[in-house]
């Protein structure tokens, strides 16, 4: 069974920083991107950093960038998101995402709360 397990998630201050983790297991395939959504209460499902396993390319949403860093230890299969300086606009469910293909697989997410 394949699965995505984030943890990391909880309530900080305004300029404050957390480090969320995702931990993968269950999957066989290579080749696929990994990453990190959120959503806010009553927004849309937002995307906010991805990387390739392949290259290990990464990539940011603009309202992160500088202050958020995806990083993984494919050793453990794991991924993490290091936020930096969070505003209360950053407070959302951030979910973990794996896709390959027409494969799409989330976690369960992890809540993310910042208070001014």
């Known amino acids: 069974e394949v699965q995505l397990v984030e943890s990391g998630g909880g309530l900080v201050q305004s300029g404050g920083s957390l480090r969320l983790a995702c931990a993968a297991s269950?999957?066989?395939?290579?080749?696929?991107?990994i990453g990190w959504f959120r959503q806010a209460p009553g927004k849309e499902r937002e995307g906010v950093s991805c990387?390739?396993?392949?290259?290990?390319?990464?990539s940011y949403a603009d309202f992160v960038k500088g202050r958020f860093t995806i990083s993984s230890d494919n050793a453990k299969n794991m991924v993490y998101l290091q936020m930096n300086s969070l505003t209360p606009e950053d407070t959302a469910v951030y979910f973990c995402?794996?896709?390959?293909?027409?494969?799409?697989?989330w976690g369960q997410g992890t809540q993310v709360t910042v208070s001014s």
């Open positions: 269950g999957f066989t395939d290579d080749n696929y991107a």
């Open positions: 990387m390739s396993s392949w290259d290990n390319s990464t």
């Open positions: 995402n794996r896709a390959r293909g027409p494969y799409n697989y």
